[in-house]
């Protein structure tokens, strides 16, 4: 699918920010959750690694492995994606299907085992480790099927973007590029709009209800796979635009 058509079809135009609603709030989720696990900030795992090795305490099984679990999921996810487009079968539903099942399934382990299970046990690192690969799933649909997207799970890139952006415009000058960065900044504010939505009302939720929270980055996965398949079905498609899914 080219970054014209992504752009051209009404039902996606809000993808990107239910993306990143569903990335800030499970990022918050599992950070206020599962002690300092953080599913979408991935590198900031690093940095909880980091911090304990310099203070000499014991560091938890989950963000030692998270960031090799995110690479692999990365890796399998675009051969996975490959092998769709070598069947010529639009990857974006297919992702998307795959990370709604991803995040129930933490939802899951987290709803029967939470409660009884510690944080350390197998069941509980399994379950951030299904967090951790349903938004590498996430950030790698968006590079591989909404081409011209912004990153639906790095506040830091689109923020910086979106500044450069505006005080390009406040500079003004070249009229090619003040057009490219109102058209940039356009795409990019709902991202980021989006995941600190996601960040407020994801920390909110599980504060009421703890784990039980993820619900709802799984009802807004389950919407962000709707969205395309109501844009699937739209007469357009038989128009000449092509099928997404």
């Known amino acids: 699918m080219s970054e014209s058509t992504t752009r051209d079809v009404p039902a996606l135009k809000s993808l990107p920010f239910v993306l990143s609603v569903i990335a800030g709030s499970m990022d918050v989720i599992g950070f206020l959750g599962l002690n300092g696990l953080f599913t979408a900030h991935i590198t900031g795992n690093l940095v909880v690694l980091a911090a304990h090795v310099v203070i ?34 639009a990857p974006l539903a297919v992702l998307l299907l795959l990370q709604l099942l991803l995040i129930l399934g933490f939802l899951a382990v987290c709803f029967f085992e939470g409660v009884h299970a510690g944080l350390d046990t197998p069941s509980m690192v399994v379950a ?40 390009e415009l406040l500079i003004g000058g070249d009229t090619q590029r003040v057009a490219q960065a109102r058209e940039r900044s356009s795409r990019t504010w709902p991202a980021i709009a989006g995941f600190l939505v996601g960040c407020v009302v994801g920390a909110a939720c599980e504060s009421a209800v703890g784990l039980n929270a993820l619900a709802l980055p799984t009802g807004l996965a389950l919407a962000a796979l709707l969205l395309v398949l109501v844009a699937n079905s739209r007469p357009a498609s038989a128009q000449g635009t092509p099928r997404l899914i």
């Open 56 to 89: 000499g305490s014991d560091a938890r099984l989950a963000p030692i492995i998270s960031v090799p679990v995110f690479i692999a999921a990365l890796a399998a996810t675009k051969f996975f994606a490959a092998g769709l487009e070598r069947a010529r079968i």
């Open 128 to 167: 951030g480790m299904l967090g951790v690969s349903a938004m590498a799933v996430q950030n790698a649909l968006v590079r591989i099927a909404l081409p011209g997207a912004p990153a639906t799970a790095v506040l830091t890139t689109n923020i910086t973007l979106f500044t450069l952006d505006l005080v």
